[in-house]
């Protein structure tokens, strides 16, 4: 790569927002925010895991490719939110990725699917797609 170019994680970067907003109205200890730096990883590879059948090309070209759309989706789109443990932030439970409107592509853990987390998964998806 020549000096000066960008990377995708770098472009990713730039777009992560640094703050951390409470969800309000809820039971569970949960925040949503924006995506940072030290998710990316993560959200990358549960995007990248959970798209297509991987059994169609050898599982390291498919990951690679995945992990490559994951990355100039969320590039493109307005916004990443995620829903963390708001006791501790680095505990990913779920993320969305959207624009006005729209919900691109959506990861949340099984244990956040269950009546008792659909809640949020609402507020989640509401957030990437702009909607209060």
Sequence with gaps: MSAGASTPDAELTAKISPTCQEAAGADLPLALRGMRQADIAFVVSTWAQSVGDPQLMARGEWLSNMRLSAQTTMLRAKRVMV??????????????????????????????????????????????????
């Design 83 to 132: 829903l963390v443990s708001s006791e501790h932030e680095g505990t990913i439970l779920g993320w969305a990725c959207g624009d006005d409107g729209v919900v691109h592509h959506a990861y949340v853990r099984p244990a956040m699917r269950k009546a008792s987390g659909q809640e949020w998964v609402a507020k989640l998806l509401r957030a990437a797609k702009g909607e209060s």
